[in-house]
């Protein structure tokens, strides 16, 4: 299991006496190992969903907020078909070049 914890308060805006409101964010990771080959993981970003602004730069790209709260899973296994083009691989592949 991993937990991440971040905290900040983004960019000034132009008044330094005013600083933005701080933020938070969360994000966990569980994942369990079977065997040597099998792994299966879940990550949750932003866990407490909060939204805040990142930046209020005045360009072309607008204004940028944080992601909401993301879901992630992951299985990886072993593919049968890869281990056997590789057993079938030549050793060696240098050549005379007579």
Do not use: C
Not at 4 to 15: A, E, K, V
Not at 76 to 88: E, H, N, Q, Y
């Amino acid at each position: 299991m991993r937990s991440t914890s971040n905290y900040g308060s983004g960019f000034l805006d132009g008044d330094v006496s005013r600083p933005p409101a701080g933020a938070y964010t969360v994000d966990l990771a569980l994942g369990k190992s079977f065997g040597e080959n099998w792994n299966l993981r879940f990550s949750a970003l932003n866990v407490a969903n909060n939204h805040y602004r990142l930046d209020n730069s005045n360009t072309f790209g607008g204004s940028h907020f944080t992601n909401a709260r993301e879901f992630a899973f992951q299985l990886k296994l072993p593919l049968p078909l890869l281990r056997s083009i590789d057993r079938a691989a030549p050793k060696s592949a240098s050549r005379d070049l007579d």
